[in-house]
């Protein structure tokens, strides 16, 4: 019997890896593969899915795949065993952005970044979810890279749980709270908006914080920059945040690194227009589909304004939206984790 | 047509438009306000000094969980138990920190001192 088992550095409730090893996990065992999902740190409401990683074990000829989003001593470890190995590079967060803020993960980002060409050259076939995370690992010395994106299951999207309060127009912002994302300058944005263009603006962040100090930072940045109606909501379980996009009249991502940005197909797939900053893996996710924005705060709400007044520029958006989605659609996806898994496994 | 292409430049006008009667006055004051905590490759040499003294706070310790707040607060009182333990541990790494950094830092200026020379004893007389 084939057996494919699933490694991770942490694993949580909600962040994009650890979901990721679950869908990987769904397709799999439909397929008839059998395995264990492990991770180095298992948080509370992942306990469900993931096995310690201390409590790995493997024949000789099982599958694993490593899927790389910072260094831990377990995960290196895996080197080690003689079996076949899959590489995911989901990428790894320079940690400049981490140093000043919780320098235990900068730790594990900067070992991660130093370590990639050592993960490169221990797996059979070395994959990555998107052309940007693609380069790094060409950058790290990987000769052959699968792009593999990130499989987009929509029906984890149907469930709705409340709406968010208020009746403005609703600007969402979806990722954890950590530095790279630039919550600061969204912020700043915001509260440009909803001084020049709409005073009933409402802004909902949706995602963890770093840790809590980092989430008081949050916190104090927004209430310096002068905008009302902010909710910093932490995470929030599935129903709820697909309530907020259902609501939402348009997402935010300021973001100055993303390794693949899953919540630009889930703002495609509730038809909500995107306003973007192009960094990272985003323009090659989102392509024409987005509105793009310079960086200059006023231009960003001036963008928003427009994505959320004119009615002709939203139906393109979300033509566009719908073309991106069907590039990422789940069957063309599932077809390359199928052929990835088979060349490890030959 | 109002399209995603030409997006941006009609969000420019209109945001230089509103800036000709006054309007986004004040913003960007307090852009970028990450800016000055997001380091490059290589962290600057006054702030290896700074981290160089190991000094924890003891409201770094807290619990992930939902409701974790009596965890939080058993692991603080672990920790003032322990105190005497953990005061030892810091000192220590301190010491060799700060004895690290030293000597790094002596290594520097010798190593300047004898590119200097170098440089002084390659130049054509």
Not at chain 1, 120 to 140: H, I, K, M, P
Not at chain 2, 2 to 20: N, V
Not at chain 2, 64 to 69: M, Y
Request: with cysteine; proline share 5%; hydrophobic share 45%.
């Amino acid at each position: 019997m084939t057996v494919v088992h699933q490694a991770v550095v942490g694993a949580g409730p909600y962040d994009a890896v650890s979901e990721q090893s679950r869908a990987w996990r769904r397709l799999l065992s439909g397929d008839g593969i059998a395995g264990g999902d492990y991770a180095g740190q298992v948080d509370h409401g992942a306990r469900d899915h993931f096995h310690r990683l201390e409590r790995f074990s493997a024949a000789a000829d099982d599958l694993i795949v490593i899927r790389y989003s910072a260094w831990s001593h377990a995960l290196a470890r895996l080197l080690e065993l003689p079996n076949p190995k899959l590489l995911v590079y989901h990428n790894i967060t320079p940690p400049g952005y981490l140093w000043n803020h919780s320098p235990g993960l900068a730790v594990q980002c900067a070992v991660g970044r130093m370590q990639l060409p050592a993960f490169a050259r221990g797996a059979r076939v070395t994959t990555a979810d998107s052309e940007f995370n693609a380069g790094e690992l060409y950058a790290a010395g990987a000769e052959s890279v699968r792009v593999v994106p990130v499989l987009f299951e929509a029906g984890r999207l149907a469930p709705r749980g409340h709406a968010p309060e208020g009746d403005g127009p609703l600007v969402l912002v979806v990722g954890r709270l950590v530095p790279n994302k630039r919550h600061d300058r969204v912020f700043d944005a915001f509260a440009a908006y909803q001084r020049e263009c709409e005073p009933d603006a409402r802004l909902l962040c949706v995602g963890t914080a770093l840790n809590p100090g980092y989430a008081a930072l949050m916190q104090t940045l927004a209430d310096a920059s002068g905008a009302r109606d902010v909710r910093l909501a932490g995470g929030l379980a599935q129903d709820e945040v697909n309530a907020a996009y259902a609501e939402a009249d348009v997402l935010l991502t300021l973001s100055e690194h993303e390794g693949f940005c899953v919540p630009l197909l889930e703002a495609f797939h509730f038809g909500v227009p995107v306003v973007a900053a192009p960094a990272g893996a985003v323009p090659g996710v989102a392509g024409h589909a987005a509105l793009y924005t310079d960086g200059d705060a006023a231009v960003t709400a001036e963008l928003i304004d427009l994505a959320v007044t004119d009615t002709e520029l939203r139906a393109e958006l979300e033509r566009r939206g719908r073309e991106r989605l069907e590039h990422f659609a789940y069957e063309h996806t599932a077809k390359s984790v199928r052929e990835a898994v088979g060349e490890a496994l030959a | 047509m109002s399209g995603p292409d030409d997006a941006l430049e009609r969000a420019r006008e209109a945001a230089a438009a509103k800036r000709r009667r006054g309007g986004y006055s004040g913003l960007n004051e307090g852009a970028d306000a990450l800016d000055p905590t997001i380091l490059g490759e290589k962290a600057p040499a006054t702030l290896l000094s700074e981290w160089a003294v190991i000094e924890i706070e003891p409201a770094l310790l807290y619990s992930t969980r939902r409701g974790g707040a009596p965890v939080t607060a058993l692991k603080r009182l672990l920790m003032r138990l322990l105190r005497q333990y953990f005061v030892e541990l810091e000192a220590r790494q301190t010491r060799f920190n700060l004895g690290a950094l030293a000597a790094i830092s002596e290594i520097e200026q010798r190593m300047n001192r004898l590119e200097r020379e170098a440089a002084a004893g390659s130049e054509p007389e």
